[in-house]
């Protein structure tokens, strides 16, 4: 305060520059720090929209739920890990070897699915079947059903079991890929997980073809009914009654080839025929007896599918028993007949 009463504020001019000599009042400081606050509001508000975005990208994964809890909507996915082979073991009266795959699942949480097994060779084909062990391309095919119980899944060694007789090969030695998959139940793929290498011989060696029992067959009558029709087809139908012992439960086939009177085997370019493009019939089977009796195993050959020339031909139906890989377990019966074109 000055000697007249009156205040000198001039020294805040100095320490704040809100207030002046000329006058300025304390409504100058209300004016700044209105301001202050104003920019400080706008900061936040542009900062606010920078990071929603971003916020937003975090969660694009997952769905809040009525109980706000949050879930995971991935995707179906597996991670390979491993698989070995035991070889050499029995399962069900069959000789063959057992795969044990180790591997996790996410996201099939209840799902039926299952894992497949197919058999590549080295020129990158598939080994084929026609048996049980069969898909609908007509690739060998073995598999097992699993329902996952938890969001991911753990197994571990889970086993497939592969009969020996299953791998339809010509006898010799092959190295041999296993194409690992994870399906849907339907058959869909879900994805593939990976391959192992193996090698394999066929048929099966001595050492271990004296783990079988031993088979027998014994062929009681063959005859023909000719001029039939079956799927619009003309031709003859061959009846063999037949009975056969220590096959219970072994796939396996009666086969019948038609030679001339050269004994050469007649040959096919159709479904008809064999590994060696022989013409070729069979009667699939799996005895359900230790000694099973077919009375009446009925075979039908189409007109067509016999290639020859006009004429008349003396004939004769070569009638083996096979296992599924068509390695010859028995030679069974000749049968002559006389056929006219």
Known sequence: MNNNGSYNLSFLQNATGIVHKNGGSIMNTSKTIMQFFTRAALAFAVCLLTLTPALALTNQNHILTSN????????????????????????????????????DVSGLKGVD????????????????????????????????SIKPGYPTTEYEDLDIFIPYSELTLRKGDYNLKLDIDLG???GELIQHLGFKNFKFSAPNSASESEDRPDVSATVNRVWVDYDVMENR????????????????????KLTVR??????????????????????????EMRPGYPTTVYKDAAI????????????VWDLKLDIDLKYANN???????IHEFEFTR
């Not at 097994?117 to 007509?138: C, L, T, W």
């Not at 038609?258 to 009667?283: C, I, K, P, R």
């Open 300 to 311: 039908f050959l189409p007109y067509e599918e016999l290639n020859l020339r006009k004429g």
């Open 233 to 252: 087809k003309k031709g003859m139908r061959i009846h063999v009654n037949f009975e056969v012992v220590g096959l219970k439960g072994i796939d396996s």
């Open 184 to 186: 849907y139940e339907n």
């Open 68 to 103: 706000e809890t949050l879930e995971t909507t991935s995707e179906p996915s597996a991670v390979y890990k491993s698989t070995r082979i035991e070889y050499n073991v029995t399962e069900g009266g069959r000789r063959g070897m057992r795969v044990l795959v180790t591997f």
């Open 258 to 283: 038609v030679a001339n009177e050269s004994n050469e085997f007649l040959t096919s370019t159709s479904s008809y025929a064999n590994d060696e493009g022989e013409l070729e019939l069979m009667f």
């Open 113 to 144: 699915t299952k894992l497949i097994i197919r058999v590549q060779k080295e020129d990158g084909g598939f080994v084929m079947n026609q048996a049980s062990y069969s898909n609908s391309e007509g690739q060998f095919e073995a598999s097992t």
């Open 327 to 333: 390695e010859l377990i028995e030679h069974l019966a």
